[in-house]
């Protein structure tokens, strides 16, 4: 194992470049690869996988290019960061197309709720929810280090995962509902934000991943 290298996992969506250059920013002396190879991904010290665009879409590219077996592997053996679709993936259904997802974490990817989209003055939210938003910390994390509570974050998503376990919340978000936009467990922590587009705060949290020794 390259214990020097980060692969960021490339199934052909997903904001690779802008991931990459955020995670080459504060991790100088980390060889940054964007890769399709699986082999590369199993023989990286650390693993992000980023994405954008719709669920289908993602499992459909992640199964053809051979990569979803070596996701599941290092979600399982090493510091795994899942961000936006890359954390969705990683709960056992979408309903975004009606698609199972990777299964390591129980639970379920919803579409925000058509009759709950109103904030507290009982003007209407847009579906996509999209800009900046505050991220309640659900518990002290080392990824969360130097991130003040209600740190705003940016996000692009219509659906959002509903955890079947509430020990992995690792932080929350009030859109109309109040939705889980963090999950921690072991070596995992995925985010339904996006930190390359988080200014400050999201390259503290990518800093964080890149020295987190879970």
């Not at 020097?4 to 980390?30: C, F, Q």
């Not at 289908?56 to 199964?63: A, S, T």
């Not at 795994?80 to 259904?93: A, D, N, R, V």
Request: hydrophobic share 45%.
């Amino acid at each position: 194992m390259q214990m020097k290298t980060v692969a960021i996992v490339d199934y052909g969506m997903g904001n690779l470049r802008s991931v990459a250059k955020a995670v080459e920013h504060v991790a100088p002396g980390w060889q940054v690869q964007v890769t399709a190879d699986p082999q590369a991904v199993a023989a990286a010290g650390r693993v992000v996988v980023p994405g954008q665009g719709a669920m289908p879409d993602c499992m459909r590219e992640l199964n053809a290019r051979g990569l979803a077996a070596a996701v599941v592997r290092a979600a399982h053996e090493k510091p795994f960061l899942g961000i936006c679709i890359g954390l969705q993936m990683l709960f056992e259904h979408s309903e975004e197309g009606d698609v199972p997802g990777l299964g390591i974490l129980p639970g379920q990817v919803r579409r925000f709720p058509d009759a709950e989209m109103h904030d507290a003055a009982g003007v209407r939210l847009k579906v996509p929810h999209m800009g900046w938003n505050q991220v309640r910390q659900a518990a002290a994390h080392p990824l969360w280090q130097g991130i003040a509570d209600d740190t705003r974050f940016y996000f692009v998503h219509s659906y959002y995962v509903e955890p079947a376990a509430p020990d992995v919340i690792a932080g929350s978000t009030q859109y109309g509902i109040a939705f889980t936009s963090a999950v921690a467990r072991a070596n995992i922590f995925a985010v339904q934000f996006h930190p390359e587009k988080s200014a400050t705060a999201g390259l503290r949290l990518l800093e964080n991943f890149m020295h987190w020794n879970p």
